[in-house]
C-alpha cells in the first residue's frame, strides 16, 4: 500500500504594519509551521557583531554603527528621509544576506512542516520572494485601522505612521498578489484564531505526495 503524506507548502506571508501579520504568524506556529522571520533575521544582522555591519560599516562609514557595534537605526532613517539612494544602498547589503539566512532557516524544518516566511516587504521585493514560495497569503486591514494600531502600540505620533504607511506597498497592490487573504478587521484574537484554522486547514488538503 502506497502511504502518502501532505505536501509540505512553503508560504510567503506579508501584510502593511499594524495589519496583525505577526499576529498570525506566531498562530501558525502553534498549529505546527516552522517560521522563517526576515524581519528578525534583519534585527540580526545589524545587532552588534551582526554579519552585515562591516558591510554598512564601509558602505556608510563608523559613524553609522552605535557606541554597542550595531547599526545605528536612527541615523539611518534620518539618512533615509533626505538621501533616497541611501534604502536602496542598505538593502543591497541585506538583502542577499537575509535570504542566505532565510534558506538555512528553512532547512530545520521538518520534512512535513509547511514553512511560513514571514516577509514584510514582500510585495516590494520584486519576482524574488514569490519565485521562493508556493502561495502567498496577506494579512489585510483598513488603513485607518493600522494607523490606529501602531500608535496604540508604538506610541508614534500620526504623521509618523502615515510615513511608513507612504513608503510601504499600496493595500490593493498586495491583496492583488495574494492566493489568500486574511481580513483582519474588527476581529477579535479566537476571531482571528478561527481564520488562521480554516486556512490551516485548507493547506491540508494540499495534493498529497507519493
Given at each position: 500500500?502506497?502511504?502518502?503524506?501532505?505536501a509540505?507548502l512553503t508560504i510567503?506571508?506579508?501584510?502593511g504594519?499594524?495589519?496583525?501579520k505577526s499576529?498570525?504568524s506566531?498562530?501558525l506556529?502553534?498549529l505546527?509551521?516552522h517560521l522563517?522571520d526576515t524581519?528578525?533575521?534583519?534585527?540580526?544582522?545589524t545587532?552588534?557583531?551582526?554579519?552585515?555591519?562591516?558591510?554598512?560599516?564601509?558602505?556608510?562609514?563608523?559613524?553609522?554603527?552605535?557606541?554597542t557595534?550595531?547599526?545605528?537605526?536612527?541615523?539611518?532613517?534620518?539618512?533615509?528621509?533626505?538621501d533616497?539612494?541611501?534604502?536602496?544602498r542598505?538593502?543591497a547589503?541585506?538583502?542577499?544576506?537575509?535570504?542566505?539566512?532565510?534558506?538555512q532557516?528553512?532547512?530545520?524544518?521538518?520534512p512535513n512542516q509547511?514553512i511560513?516566511?514571514d516577509?514584510p516587504?514582500?510585495?516590494?521585493?520584486?519576482r524574488?520572494?514569490?519565485?521562493?514560495?508556493?502561495?502567498i497569503l496577506?494579512?489585510?486591514?483598513?488603513?485607518?485601522?493600522?494607523i490606529?494600531?501602531?500608535?496604540?502600540?508604538?506610541?508614534?505620533?500620526?504623521e509618523?505612521?502615515?510615513?511608513?504607511?507612504a513608503k510601504?506597498?499600496?493595500r490593493e497592490?498586495r491583496r492583488?498578489l495574494?492566493?489568500?487573504?486574511?481580513?483582519n478587521?474588527?476581529?477579535?484574537?479566537?476571531?482571528l484564531?478561527q481564520?488562521?484554522?480554516q486556512?490551516?486547514?485548507?493547506?491540508?488538503?494540499?495534493?498529497?505526495?507519493?
Amino acid at each position: 500500500m502506497t502511504v502518502t503524506t501532505p505536501a509540505r507548502l512553503t508560504i510567503g506571508l506579508t501584510g502593511g504594519i499594524g495589519s496583525g501579520k505577526s499576529t498570525v504568524s506566531q498562530m501558525l506556529v502553534e498549529l505546527g509551521a516552522h517560521l522563517v522571520d526576515t524581519d528578525a533575521i534583519s534585527r540580526a544582522l545589524t545587532a552588534p557583531g551582526g554579519g552585515a555591519i562591516p558591510h554598512i560599516a564601509r558602505q556608510f562609514g563608523d559613524d553609522f554603527i552605535d557606541p554597542t557595534g550595531a547599526m545605528d537605526r536612527v541615523r539611518m532613517r534620518e539618512l533615509a528621509f533626505t538621501d533616497p539612494s541611501a534604502m536602496a544602498r542598505l538593502e543591497a547589503i541585506l538583502h542577499p544576506l537575509i535570504g542566505l539566512h532565510a534558506d538555512q532557516h528553512a532547512g530545520l524544518a521538518l520534512p512535513n512542516q509547511h514553512i511560513i516566511y514571514d516577509v514584510p516587504l514582500l510585495a516590494e521585493s520584486g519576482r524574488k520572494w514569490k519565485d521562493k514560495v508556493d502561495r502567498i497569503l496577506v494579512v489585510d486591514c483598513e488603513p485607518e485601522t493600522q494607523i490606529a494600531r501602531v500608535m496604540v502600540r508604538s506610541g508614534w505620533p500620526r504623521e509618523a505612521v502615515e510615513a511608513v504607511l507612504a513608503k510601504q506597498a499600496q493595500r490593493e497592490t498586495r491583496r492583488a498578489l495574494a492566493d489568500h487573504i486574511i481580513l483582519n478587521e474588527g476581529l477579535s484574537l479566537p476571531e482571528l484564531r478561527q481564520q488562521v484554522e480554516q486556512l490551516w486547514a485548507l493547506w491540508h488538503q494540499a495534493p498529497a505526495v507519493q
